[in-house]
């Protein structure tokens, strides 16, 4: 015997219509592809899955059903403190579960606050602000180009092709758009033109790194410090993955190192992708951090999984395992001995 698992997600389908005003509403979300794709995974495993879908009915089915552990993919519908509702409901009931803790959700999905902390512990951001309002003075601090996005989404949510700006009057225009848009705050920072990358980990106080991917341009796009990784970019598949990136070993070095200090900084657990991106001298700097990324077949989680020879039953495993380190009273049990062999 395995595990009860709990699956908690939520559905590109069952994205509440009051947010489908703006064409990237469901881009956080989950294809019942990539649920069936998990819970597959962790059958083969050996566990026993019950599907768990984030709507008013999980709280009480958590209540009855207790499982053993939760696999959380759920990014909630509203507010900056969305990803973090179903870890403190699993929190309330005393449930094991996957991923980082309420307090690590909430602060990386608020973009702003996230680069203080990293400030604070000595890892470089660009410069920037959060404003409310298009005409905000802090502005005039800011070095052009600049690049805007709203303060608490995921998944390029808000990002466009034109989200590079070049003069404070296009900023003015932009912004307006993007606040009325999200009906939230926005990061406005000092646009850094350089090379992309983006890092994977799985585990906790020493997590395993899994291939630096570099994302670049594909032959429809800029092939210069233009290019950005916007939502027309991701949903018309116009980008490329370079996985192992192609890089010189100490920039390599020192990006891996970057991550590994983010990852520790933020408190984050069991698997977490790093975004690091170099300025105009070819330094790196941290970009955000996503605790909770996607695990779809062509997300780039699971791409750099696959660049480091995994299955994506080997993926679910190895965050599963490094959940369970967590948990010692669960991983003690006979039938977890068990599974882990297999």
Known sequence: MGLQVGLTYNLKSDCPREMLLNEDASAEYESQETVEGIVAALEELGHQVTLLPYNSTLP????CLHPDLVFNIAEGWYGRNREALV???????SIPYTGSDPLTLSLTLDKSLCKQVANAAGIPTSKGIVVNSPLDPQLDQLQYPVFIKPNAEGSSKGIRN?????APD????????LLES????????????????????IGNHNPCLLPVMEILPGERCPQDSHFVYSFETKSGNLE?????AVVEPQLLEEVQRMALQVFAALQCRDLSRVD?????QGAPRFLEVNPLPGLSAVSLLTLQAQAAEMSFTELI???????????????????LKEAALG
Do not use: N
């Open 87 to 93: 870890p403190a409901l699993l929190e309330f009931y």
């Open 182 to 201: 999200y009906r939230q705050p926005a990061l406005v920072a000092e646009f850094l033109p350089g090379r992309e990358f983006t890092v994977a980990m």
């Open 317 to 335: 495993k190895a965050i599963l395992a490094a959940a369970l380190e967590r948990y010692p009273h669960l991983k003690s049990k006979t039938y």
């Open 162 to 166: 034109w989200s590079r700006i070049d």
């Open 240 to 244: 490329r993955f370079s996985c192992p």
């Open 170 to 177: 296009e900023l003015q225009e932009k912004l307006t758009w």
């Open 276 to 280: 690091i991106r170099l300025d105009g």
């Open 60 to 63: 009480r089915k958590l209540e």
